[in-house]
Each structure stands twice: as structure tokens, then as C-alpha cells.
């Protein structure tokens, strides 16, 4: 025989709290995420000439997709 089934269910256990993912990744990038669109929105709001410039336009919306893309990536690394 094997073990016992204490013996098992305590292996099991032991190897499920091994696999267990850490959430705290996707709540950094999460804050750092509601962070830069409450920044971004705050100074868009107050400014009358915001963005000022495409290339400035362009870089916040490639930051933006970057951090909805991590977050969505983390979210998955966490789940499976």
C-alpha cells in the first residue's frame, strides 16, 4: 500500500499550497493601472491643450494598452 489516506490527503495538500499563485502582481499593476488613468484623466480634465502634442498622444495610449495587456496577462497567470 501506498500510504494512508491522511498521508494522502495531507501530500495533497502540501502540493496544492506549493501551486498556489500569488494574487500580488496583478494588484500592483492593477493599482499602477487605476493610478496612471486617474493621473491621465485629472490632468486631461484641468488641461484645455492636453495632449500636447500627437507624439505625446500616442506614447500615453501605447502606455495605456500596455497596462491593460499586463494586467490581462497577470490576471491569466494567476487563474491557470
Known sequence: MLGSVPDMT???L???AE???SETPFFI???VF???AVIIGGIGTVSESF???RGAAIAMGA???ALAA???AIVLLVIV
Open 10 to 12: 495531507q501530500a495533497t
Open 14 to 16: 502540501i502540493l496544492a
Open 19 to 21: 501551486a498556489a499563485k
Open 29 to 31: 499593476i492593477g493599482i
Open 34 to 36: 487605476a493610478a496612471w
Open 51 to 53: 495632449p500636447p502634442s
Open 63 to 65: 502606455v495605456s494598452v
Open 70 to 72: 499586463a494586467t490581462m
